[in-house]
C-alpha cells in the first residue's frame, strides 16, 4: 500500500494507474473512496492506495506534503515545482495538445526509391524525384501506408475509407520542390484516443502521412542557428523520408501530463515497429501547444507552439515554463500572441521564433500526381491481424496473470524485444518474478555496459529458465550463476553442462555435508567450546570455514541446517 500525509490547507493530486483505489485512510480529507486514475482532493490526513501490489505517487499541485513509500510502483523523482507556476496554476487553468512527427521505418522514401539509411555523405541519398526536377514524378511507397494504418489501429483511430494527398506550399531552401506532399483535409486516419499511464485518456484528432524535409547546416554559427551563422548549407537526404503526423486534442493539462504522452506514444510505436522513435535522432519530434485560460472559463486560450524539445524532460520543463511565462502576460494586463517559440535548454526558456502562420497561408491544393487511396477492408483486417499486444495490454496481463508489481510491468514494457524474451522465460517455465529479477537485474545491466540490447544475448529464454531452475532446485547457486551469466549471454552455452564441466554443481547429500562439518568443528574446538558457552556469533565462523573448504560449492539452507543441528545438539 502506498500511504502519504496530507498537512492541512495543501492541495494535492492522486496519480495511479487505472484500478487506484485512493481512500482517506485517517483525517479530514475528502474523496474517500475514489476510483481510478488522477483526483484532486484536499484536507489533511492520510492517503492510501488500498491495491495490493501498488505503488503510487504524488504531484503537488500547492504547498507541501510528504510521500511515504511502499509496493512496487513506477518510481517517479519528486517535482518541484516553481513559486511562478504553482501561483499560475492557482488562477489559470493550462490546455495543452502536442503534434507529434514520426519518422516511420521503412527501406525507401515515401515517393521514391531512395534509401532512408542515414549517409554520412551530404545529399547522396537523393534522386530527381525528392530534388524536385522537372518532369519526375512520385510514386507511393505501399509500406508507408501498412505503417501508418498499423499506427492508427494502435490508437483508436477510425481509418478513412477514402483519403487523398494534398500539397503544402512554401518556399525554403529544405523544400526542394517547393512543396511539402502531405494530407489535409482528408487524412488517412481520424479521432482516436491513447491511454496514459495515469489511466488518462487523451483524444488523438487525426493521424496523417506525409514527407519529411531536409536539413540545414548553420555554419559559423556558435548557436547553430540562422541567426549569427555567415552561411548555411543544405542536405537533402531527410527530404522525402517518410512521417506521421500525429496530432492530439487539447485534453492535457500539465507539462508531466503532455511527457507522459510522448512516452506512452514512444512505446506503442516501437511495439508495433512503426519506428525506433528515438528523440536524439530526429525520429520522433514533439511540438506542444500551450495556452491557458482563467478557471472556470470554457473557451480556449491563445494558444502558442514550442519547438526544440529534444527529451521529454525538456517537453515537461518547456510546457511548464510557458504556463507560467503566459500567466505573467495576463496578469500585467498584456495578450498573449499566437507565435512558435523555441525551447532553450541552457537558459530553460521559450524564446519567440516566429509568429505562427494559419493553414491558408500554405495555399493546399489537392496532389495531383497521386492518386486518392481507397483501402479494402481485407488488406486492413491483414494489418490489424498483424499487430501485437500493446504496452497498456501487457501491462494489464502481467498484473493480473503474473502478479507483478506496477514497476516490474512499466519497465518490461518498455521495450518489446525485453517483454518478449519475458514472457518466452515464463513460458520455459521460469517463475514470473525471478524471470524479472535476472532480466531487468544483471542481464539488462551487462548487455548496456556493451552497448547491447536483448536481440544480441545468445543466451536464449529457454536458457535463463534453465539457469533459474538450477538455482531454485539447490543445482547451484545465485552468486556462480551471476558469475557465468556474462558467459552465457556472449555464448549461448547450456548453464547445466558449464557447471557441470567446471565442477561448480553444490554439495547437497546431508551425509556429506555433515561429515565436512564435523572436520571443521573437529579442527575448531576453541571456536566450538565458545560456541557451547552462548557465544552464538560464531555460527557465521563456521560457516565461512565450510564455505572456505568447499569454495563456496554447498547448499546455504541444508548447510545452515546441519551446521546448526550439529552445533546445538
Known amino acids: 500500500m502506498m500511504a502519504f500525509v496530507v498537512a492541512p490547507g495543501v492541495a494535492v493530486e492522486l496519480v495511479g494507474l487505472r484500478g487506484c483505489r485512493w481512500t482517506s485512510v485517517k483525517g479530514s480529507g475528502s474523496g474517500a473512496g475514489l476510483g481510478s486514475g488522477s483526483v484532486s482532493v484536499g484536507g489533511s490526513g492520510l492517503w492510501a492506495c488500498s491495491r495490493r501490489r501498488c505503488g503510487r505517487w504524488v504531484r503537488m499541485m500547492s504547498g507541501g506534503g510528504s510521500v511515504g513509500g511502499g509496493g512496487g510502483g513506477k518510481r517517479q523523482k519528486k517535482s518541484r515545482m516553481s513559486p511562478g507556476l504553482a501561483q499560475a496554476l492557482d488562477k489559470y487553468e493550462p490546455v495543452v495538445g502536442v503534434e507529434v512527427h514520426v519518422q516511420l521505418d521503412t527501406r525507401t522514401k515515401a515517393f521514391c526509391s531512395c534509401s532512408t539509411r542515414a549517409a554520412r555523405t551530404p545529399n547522396a541519398n537523393v534522386c530527381p524525384v525528392c530534388m524536385g ?5 512520385p510514386v507511393l511507397n505501399e509500406k508507408v501506408v501498412e505503417i501508418a494504418s498499423k499506427c492508427a489501429m494502435a490508437l483508436n483511430c477510425s481509418i478513412a475509407p477514402f483519403s487523398k494527398f494534398d500539397r ?22 481520424e479521432h482516436g484516443f491513447l491511454v496514459l499511464s495515469s489511466g488518462k485518456q487523451v483524444g488523438v484528432t487525426r493521424l496523417h502521412m506525409e514527407e519529411d524535409s531536409g536539413k540545414l547546416i548553420h555554419e559559423g554559427s556558435l548557436s547553430g542557428r540562422l541567426a549569427d551563422s555567415t552561411h548555411s548549407l543544405v542536405d537533402y537526404n531527410r527530404a522525402g523520408i517518410p512521417l506521421c503526423e500525429i496530432v492530439s486534442e487539447p485534453d492535457m493539462r500539465s507539462g508531466q501530463e503532455a511527457a507522459e504522452y510522448g512516452q506512452e506514444l514512444q512505446r506503442v510505436l516501437r511495439f508495433i515497429s512503426a519506428s525506433d522513435c528515438n528523440m536524439q535522432d530526429g525520429s520522433l519530434r514533439l511540438d506542444v501547444n500551450v495556452s491557458i485560460r482563467p478557471k472556470g472559463q470554457e473557451s480556449f486560450g491563445v ?31 498584456g495578450k498573449v500572441i499566437q507565435e512558435t517559440r523555441l525551447w532553450d535548454e541552457k537558459e530553460l526558456i521559450t524564446k519567440t521564433m516566429r509568429v505562427k502562420e494559419g493553414s491558408a497561408d500554405y495555399r493546399y491544393f489537392p496532389e495531383p500526381d497521386i492518386l486518392p487511396l481507397q483501402l479494402p477492408s481485407t488488406l486492413l483486417d491483414q494489418w490489424k491481424e498483424e499487430l ?12 493480473e496473470e503474473f502478479e507483478l508489481s506496477d514497476y516490474d510491468a512499466f519497465v518490461l514494457t518498455d521495450d518489446i524485444a525485453v517483454a518478449d524474451y519475458f514472457e518466452e522465460t515464463v513460458a520455459a517455465g521460469a517463475p514470473p518474478k525471478l524471470a524479472v529479477n535476472w532480466i531487468m537485474g544483471d542481464m539488462i545491466a551487462y548487455l548496456k555496459e556493451k552497448k547491447k540490447t536483448v536481440k544480441d544475448s545468445q543466451l536464449r529464454p529457454t536458457g535463463l529458465a534453465e539457469l533459474i531452475s538450477l538455482i531454485e532446485n539447490g543445482t547451484t547457486s545465485g552468486k556462480i550463476m551471476k558469475d ?19 565442477g561448480l554443481t553444490l554439495i547437497s547429500d546431508e551425509g556429506e555435508i555433515r561429515l565436512l562439518v564435523s572436520e571443521i568443528l573437529s579442527a575448531n574446538p576453541k571456536e566450538f567450546n565458545e560456541y557451547k558457552a552462548g557465544k552464538v556469533k560464531l555460527f557465521g565462523f563456521f560457516v565461512g570455514k565450510m564455505m572456505e573448504k568447499t569454495r563456496g560449492l554447498v547448499a546455504p539452507q541444508m548447510l545452515n541446517d546441519v551446521l546448526r543441528d550439529m552445533l546445538d545438539n
Open 133 to 137: 526536377h522537372p518532369g519526375s514524378l
Open 484 to 502: 557465468l551469466l556474462p558467459e552465457l549471454i556472449e555464448t549461448g552455452d547450456s548453464a547445466s553442462r558449464v557447471i557441470e564441466a567446471r
Open 388 to 399: 501485437p499486444a500493446l504496452p497498456a495490454d501487457r501491462r494489464a496481463r502481467y498484473l
Open 168 to 189: 503544402k506550399n512554401y518556399f525554403y531552401p529544405d523544400t526542394p520542390k517547393n512543396y511539402q506532399i502531405s494530407q489535409f483535409d482528408l487524412p488517412i486516419a
Open 303 to 333: 494558444k502558442v507552439e514550442l519547438k526544440n524539445l529534444n527529451s521529454f524532460a525538456s517537453v515537461q520543463r518547456a510546457v511548464d515554463y510557458e504556463i507560467e511565462r503566459q500567466a505573467g502576460v495576463l496578469d500585467a494586463a
